[in-house]
């Protein structure tokens, strides 16, 4: 397929440390999480590209027709570009570890990117993510390190969503860190330190399970 472009953040770090591709939020841009990243890990090198999607002048990755309602003609179309890039910049930076770092319509896309194609990341940290689809089962998530984060009273990503990504990606074998806290859309203090944990230590850090009993989609 033709090669795709994104107004993109670039900083090579060193050639043997991880190299972060980082995906905005709606309405951020390339240097969302660049400071945060560096402070993370400062030997990393850092990719972060820009959402070739306008919403009212808000970038985004890909279209959506209402709160929730995705457009999934389009994520799909857009999911396939952005592997494209991932899978260049694998070319372009060889022999690193790729982690992949994602914030609400930033994490969605990361998401999708991770369901088609796996192996372009060795580890990735879904921030608020809002995935409303039951993924296809995905068996080259098994033993991918993951990291899912969300607000109990998130008004955009609804908690019981949010549970429901992390079953499954439970039931694809993946090795599912999280962090779920009592806030609303924004990133937390607490997220942000078990975020730290997540991509600089090889353990994961276990939480106990704090939903509901009668939280289940679907029965």
């Known amino acids: 397929m033709a090669e795709f472009t994104y107004p993109t953040y670039r900083y090579a770090g060193e050639a043997n440390a ?70 260049q910049a694998r070319t372009d930076y060889p022999n690193r570890p790729f982690y992949g770092l994602g914030y609400s319509n930033g994490a969605n896309i990361l998401a999708s990117v991770l369901f088609e194609e796996p192996q372009l990341f060795e580890r990735a940290a879904l921030l608020h993510p809002l995935i409303p689809w039951t993924p296809a089962p995905q068996p080259g998530l098994a033993g991918k390190r993951l990291f899912v984060s969300a607000g109990t009273q998130d008004p955009i990503c609804p908690i019981l969503l949010t549970h429901a990504l992390i079953d499954w990606l439970v039931a694809q074998g993946t090795d599912v860190d999280t962090a779920i806290g009592p806030g609303g859309h924004q990133v937390s203090r607490e997220e942000l330190q078990a975020l730290q944990h997540f991509m600089t230590h090889e353990t994961a850090v276990s939480q106990p399970d704090s939903r509901p009993t009668n939280n289940r989609i679907g029965g």
Do not use: C, K, W
């Open 18 to 87: 991880p190299l972060v591709i980082a995906f905005h939020g709606t309405g951020g841009d390339e240097t969302q999480f660049v400071e945060l990243i560096r402070q993370m890990l400062p030997r990393a090198g850092i990719l972060a590209p820009r959402g070739d999607v306008s919403e009212g002048g808000a970038n985004r990755y890909f279209r959506r027709t209402g709160e929730g309602v995705y457009d999934m003609a389009d994520l799909a179309l857009r999911t396939e570009r952005m592997a494209a890039f991932v899978a």
